[in-house]
């Protein structure tokens, strides 16, 4: 059995998710008041007595703000250094290197900080120690809760997380480019925050810890949303950001497994999390129907106004899984029958769909290519085309072609099918073309469970040598293959692709000496 984090499952599904309420706190850490694991009720009101700009939306979602930061700061993300795991991690620009001096400095830093606040909130069995009702109703709503029994006998906590956001790294410290810092050590099993407010860092900080613990228990992290039909037929989507995750998986006809953060075992498929963080920008009952009546008492909410960008474009909802009508609860599921990639192609040359082979499937999972999508980053206002690797690689601490190859047994294993499926823009690139529509990529998605596109007539598309059907039910023939929609001229378009067939070029270089030939066999041709 795995007993790692409270988010973790075991390879039988069963739930390790345990708090203890006895347990002693943080070293030097010396609290006035003390809320551990406050019931919902009591954290809307220390949250909107004691936090400014705080709130309660007409449906009951507590309105929070997350001060300057409104997106993730991968930049200043650190893992230390340490003997355990030198070996271990990719270093380099994803997983930058902090000594172990530079993190104790951190860590005092915060609990410095901490020690000044009238109320502390936390959870375990990952703890979250932090100054923000906000904050503790988040992870309370991302982390699986445990039962009344589990939270009486469970022990020390797997990983800490000390959040003191609103309180600034030092810049003098050792390895400190700014005065925000994420900083990871897998040795004191704790993620020190300082700097920013923004409470997605625990989260997918917590993702990065798995990203390293479930490979060595042989199991795989994905970054990925599932859900399942009702024959029990499991499908994972994977993308970044801002590509259509959440959005397609909730499906009123299937069951909600999860929509972010999953792990594939030797037994089957697990959610990592106890809920969803879902993007409300433009929201609406029409568009989305299940996100929006998921959103009530209990959820955390970024802005009142779902259309008003003035803060951000991120703004998004936290709330547990068991607001979506659909989910399946425990959060578990069999092997996958369908992959889906899903990528948002800003130059609007990749196709809605398109039938991957295993090496080609291999080849688009270790590209990752993607167009980043305005508030999921700071800095980011418009969509930039990008390759992440795993379609996650801000979360993966070993090489990605470690976490290809343990795909790439599973898809043979248990044969799944592999889609690569475009949410991006059609006709043209950004700015000339215009975005798929959410009803057609439904459609899409609705023939490949219903098993349409495994029967249906497949046409090749040259240069990335993809196979895509000549007609989905519902879509219009003329946007599956992207020449036929393409607004520009003929000369215009065949530059286009071959810019982005480079760009895949190019970013593969870095991986091309661990690939297996039919893996680089199936890059496009440029």
């Known amino acids: 059995m795995l007993k790692i984090l409270s988010l973790a499952r075991s390879s039988g599904g069963r739930a390790l998710r345990s708090l203890h309420t006895h347990a002693p706190f943080l070293s030097g850490l010396i609290p006035r008041t003390v809320r551990r694991n406050a019931a919902m009720a009591s954290l809307y009101e220390d949250a909107v007595r004691y936090e400014p700009g705080t709130c309660v939306s007409s449906v009951g979602a507590l309105v929070a703000r997350s001060g300057n930061k409104t997106g993730r700061s991968p930049k200043d993300k650190r893992v230390v250094k340490e003997a355990s795991t030198v070996d271990d991690v990719w270093w380099g620009p994803v997983n930058k290197k902090l000594s172990e001096e530079s993190f104790a400095i951190n860590y005092e830093r915060a609990v410095d900080y901490l020690n000044t606040r009238e109320r502390l909130y936390y959870r375990i069995k990952v703890r979250v120690v932090c100054a923000r009702a906000y904050h503790a109703l988040f992870m309370n709503n991302m982390l699986i809760r445990p039962t009344a029994e589990e939270l009486e006998n469970f022990g020390e906590p797997d990983f800490t997380i000390i959040n003191a956001g609103q309180f600034p790294a030092s810049t003098f410290t050792e390895g400190m480019t700014s005065s925000t810092s994420v900083s990871i050590s897998f040795k004191h099993k704790q993620m020190v925050i300082l700097g920013t407010e923004y409470a997605g860092e625990m989260k997918k900080g917590v993702f990065t810890v798995m990203h390293y613990l479930m490979p060595k228990a042989n199991a795989l992290s994905l970054h990925a949303s599932c859900n399942e039909g009702r024959s029990g037929d499991v499908s994972l989507f994977f993308g970044l950001s801002g590509t259509g995750k959440t959005t397609l998986s909730a499906d009123p006809q299937r069951l909600l497994i999860g929509d972010d953060e999953h792990v594939w075992t030797e037994s089957g498929v697990f959610n990592i999390e106890g809920g969803c963080y879902a993007k409300c920008i433009d929201l609406s009952a029409e568009k989305e129907p299940e996100i929006f009546r998921a959103i009530r008492f209990g959820s ?227």
């Open 300 to 526: 955390v909410l970024g802005e009142l106004d779902y259309t008003d960008k003035t803060i951000t474009e991120n703004t998004r909802c936290a709330y547990p899984i068991e607001h979506m009508d659909s989910a399946k609860v425990p959060c578990v599921g069999g092997h996958p029958k369908n992959i889906v990639l899903l990528t948002c192609d800003a130059f609007g040359v990749l196709p809605p769909v398109a039938k991957l082979t295993p090496a080609q499937a291999m080849y688009h999972f270790i590209s990752g290519y993607t167009a980043k999508i305005a508030g999921t980053e700071e800095g980011v206002k418009a969509p930039v085309a990008t390759f992440s690797a795993c379609f996650g690689q801000p979360f993966l601490v070993w090489h990605p072609v470690k976490y290809a190859r343990m795909l790439a047994e599973k898809l043979q294993k248990h044969n799944a099918s592999v889609w690569l499926v475009n949410t991006g823009w059609a006709g043209g690139a950004y700015g000339v073309g215009k975005r798929i529509s959410l009803k057609h990529s439904r459609q899409i998605i609705d023939a490949i469970h219903s098993g349409e596109l495994e029967q249906a007539e497949y046409a090749n598309y040259p240069v990335f040598n993809l196979q895509i059907p000549r007609s989905v039910t519902g879509v219009p023939s003329e946007i599956l293959d992207p020449l036929q929609a393409w607004q520009g001229s003929p000369a215009e378009f065949h530059e286009t692709i071959g810019k982005l067939a480079g760009l895949f070029s190019d970013n593969f270089t870095q991986y091309a000496d661990q690939a297996t030939p039919e893996i680089t066999a199936a890059a496009p041709a440029v």
